[in-house]
């Protein structure tokens, strides 16, 4: 009865961190698309220069 409990309990595990591994990959992608925007849509300072449009 232990090993199979271990088992389901393994296997539980396993399918937890592959659904979050996915939702980081999404979670990922969607920084990757607000940030190829952000950089694509930068405005411009008064002096014609493009400027960054964050503060690193």
């Known amino acids: 009865m232990v090993p199979l409990l271990l088992v389901l309990l393994l296997a539980l595990l396993l399918f937890g961190a592959g659904f979050a591994v996915k939702i ?3 979670v990922a992608i969607i ?7 952000g950089f ?7 002096s014609g220069s493009r400027h960054r449009w964050y503060r690193w």
């Open 31 to 37: 920084v990757l698309v607000v940030w190829l925007v």
């Open 24 to 26: 980081l990959w999404w």
């Open 40 to 46: 694509v849509a930068r405005g411009t300072h008064s």
